[in-house]
């Protein structure tokens, strides 16, 4: 099983849906998270960190579930903007580990 | 302005040869980290620099080599040892000396082996 683990993309919406993602992680002990924005061949920058008790952005929400070990971002009214990769991050002892990314393409 | 540069962004090398990848930083950061992403991948680190003059290898350092002399300064060298080294290099810092900090990305450097 790997550390982290995003939703395969790419996701193709229209402008104004709602997505969301999804990553899983492996490692309990795991304490900070986080997700990233990339654009096409740019490189990564801080989309927002998660909270245990979610926390949302703007548009953007984060939800954390221990229990279930997952972390999820969701993407309400999306712009033809958002078209990106959304890479997870988790943060194991002594470790950052970087999801594959999902892709998401917001069309007209 | 403050941040990460990286240069050069496009770097062109003939199979046998070393080649090193400058990283800068003047955000007075302590920590300073270097990965390699391949497509459909996740950043995989390569090696890490808490303070300066001391290092620690990642999970891929086979085939590199770093340096930290200078606070600000953190250049990466793929030597001719890194069997597959075509990808898309990317150099970060943090403000501390923990990786969950908010980590800072330079540019990236895409190397090529032809």
């Known amino acids: 099983r790997k550390e982290v683990e995003q939703d395969p993309g790419p996701f193709n919406v229209p402008e104004g849906a709602t997505v969301a993602f999804n990553c899983t992680y492996s490692?309990?002990?795991?304490?900070?998270f986080f997700w990233y924005r990339q654009d096409c061949r740019k490189e990564p920058k801080l989309l927002m960190s998660?909270?245990?008790s979610g926390n949302e952005d703007g548009r953007f929400t984060a939800q954390l579930n221990r229990a279930s070990q997952y972390i999820s971002l969701l993407i309400r009214d999306s712009k033809l903007s958002d078209s990106a990769t959304y890479l997870c991050?988790?943060?194991?002892?002594?470790?950052?580990?970087f999801g594959q990314g999902t892709e998401l393409s917001v069309k007209p | 302005d403050g941040g990460i540069t990286q240069s050069p962004k496009y770097l062109f090398r003939k199979e046998g040869q070393n080649v090193t990848l400058s990283c800068e930083q003047n955000?007075?950061?302590?920590?300073m980290y270097w990965y390699r992403q391949d497509p459909g991948q996740g950043l995989r680190l390569i090696y890490y620099?808490?303070?300066?003059?001391?290092?620690q290898k990642g999970d891929i350092a086979e085939g590199y080599s770093v340096s930290r002399e200078k606070k600000e300064s953190f250049p990466l060298t793929v030597t001719s040892a890194q069997k597959n080294p075509t990808a898309f290099y990317l150099c970060?810092?943090?403000?501390?000396?923990?990786?969950?900090?908010?980590?800072?990305f330079g540019p990236g450097t895409r190397l090529t082996v032809l």
């Open positions: 970060a810092s943090t403000p501390g000396r923990e990786g969950a900090d908010t980590q800072y």
């Open positions: 490692n309990s002990a795991s304490q900070s």
């Open positions: 998660v909270y245990s």
């Open positions: 991050v988790v943060n194991p002892p002594g470790k950052l580990i």
């Open positions: 955000l007075n950061h302590d920590a």
């Open positions: 620099s808490q303070i300066v003059n001391d290092f």
